[in-house]
């Protein structure tokens, strides 16, 4: 006689269907549900970059009579760098980048102006924004990017009862944030210059700024991104290339066409972990602007959904800071950083993908690059911070602490 399972009320049926649905979205709506989300999502998008990072660059590194592992060990270590960046960020209270704010604004500020500095700026694919110090390279932008964020959050949430004003909300939030983006146009980013302005965005509307300054000031970004696109040949040749259906294939369309090939091999399943084909010499820039073509490779369809919604998580989180924080300062600062991170990551992909022309900004926490990589890990410090002063989370995150101490202590008791 075999076992049956027994049906109630309390397993079965729209009642049983709305208790297990009640108890998921209680664990949602934990006070630490965006601590531990952020932490987690973080740490599995460097993982999956690191090896990504190994696959894709490999064979390039072979090439170039170097070892295989040369660009990945670089990344690890900017990992490994990153990491206590991240921890200490994630501990510093609130009010610290309150003090920050203004000082790390200018110092970042400086900073990339020293990229136009002879013996220190470097240029690469038609951009100067990066610096050598040392034998160290740097990519000052990034920089700007977490102190712009700071810099906003504070100035935003003092002048929040003004913002309905035009000119509280321009003064001196656009004139200043101009001044910090004008620094990586004249190095001819265009591309760090758009995720900058994405930043801008986010954080003026979470702080209520009117739509119809929104609208305005879209109008300007627009006539301003025309101008600086009709001025650079280079531009326009991406985006006529872009734009037109009848590419040359062996110039200005052979990246996009090789990222697309790449993921139209990779199928539903992928190739598998380290088959990548385009690797081999064929797709430009693949461990960094690209290497989301070789991740949809060898992993397919699978683990390009896996890594959207390990992105989409990572911006649940951020918005969930958001909409439970109290303190103005966090969440203007918190969307400012979610803006920054997902649209750029979202920017890298519709590249890849061919939605949009080759603009040459790299795959957040993924891509390969030193200055990126511990920036990124730094901000997304700074908004986990933010996740633990949620209300009630410093008492919960506390009494779990308690409680693991004191777990330790028995074990260590019963084994002596």
């Not at 969440?331 to 993908?353: P, S």
Request: net charge positive; glycine share 12%.
């Amino acid at each position: 006689m075999t076992a049956t399972a027994v049906r109630t009320p309390a397993t079965d049926g729209p009642r049983g269907r709305w208790a297990e649905r009640s108890r998921l979205l209680g664990a949602w709506n934990s006070v630490v549900t965006s601590y531990y989300v952020m932490a987690s999502t973080t740490t599995l998008l460097v993982v999956v970059g690191l090896v990504f990072v190994l696959s894709s660059s490999s064979v390039e590194s072979l090439a170039a009579g170097d070892s295989p592992y040369a660009v990945f060990l670089n990344q690890a270590q900017y990992a490994l760098i990153g990491l206590p960046v991240l921890l200490v960020a994630s501990r510093l209270p609130v009010r610290l980048y309150k003090a920050v704010a203004w000082p790390a604004l200018a110092v970042a500020v400086a900073f990339q102006m020293l990229v136009f500095v002879p013996g220190l700026g470097m240029g690469e694919g038609g951009n100067m924004n990066w610096v050598r110090i040392g034998g160290f390279t740097a990519q000052p932008s990034e920089a700007v990017k977490l102190a712009l964020a700071l810099w906003l959050g504070v100035v935003l949430a003092r002048k929040l009862p003004l913002l309905h004003e035009w000119q509280h909300a321009v003064v001196p939030a656009v004139p200043v944030a101009g001044v910090a983006i004008g620094t990586v146009l004249l190095g001819h980013d265009l591309g760090t210059a758009m995720v900058m302005v994405l930043l801008v965005a986010g954080a003026m509307f979470v702080a209520g700024v009117p739509l119809r300054i929104f609208g305005a000031a879209a109008v300007l970004a627009g006539v301003g991104v025309a101008f600086l696109t009709i001025g650079s040949d280079n531009r326009m040749t991406r985006i006529s290339s872009w734009l037109s259906g009848s590419c040359d294939v062996t110039n200005e369309c052979y990246q996009t066409l090789h990222g697309g090939w790449g993921l139209a091999t990779g199928g539903f399943g992928g190739l598998g972990l380290g088959e990548s084909r385009e690797k081999w010499s064929y797709l430009p820039a693949a461990h960094n602007d690209f290497i989301f073509a070789i991740l949809g490779e060898e992993l397919g369809l699978v683990g390009t959904l896996l890594v959207l919604a390990l992105f989409a998580l990572l911006a649940a989180a951020m918005i969930r800071v958001v909409r439970r924080h109290e303190d103005p300062f966090v969440k203007i600062t918190t969307a400012a950083i979610c803006t920054w991170i997902i649209g750029q990551a979202l920017i890298n992909i519709a590249v890849v993908i061919g939605l949009a022309p080759v603009i040459g900004v790299p795959l957040p926490l993924v891509s390969a690059g030193g200055s990126a990589l511990i920036m990124t890990m730094a901000a997304l410090g700074v908004v986990i911070s933010f996740a633990r002063s949620e209300p009630g989370a410093p008492e919960a995150l506390a009494a779990r602490a308690g409680v693991v101490r004191r777990s330790l202590a028995v074990i260590g008791r019963t084994r002596g």
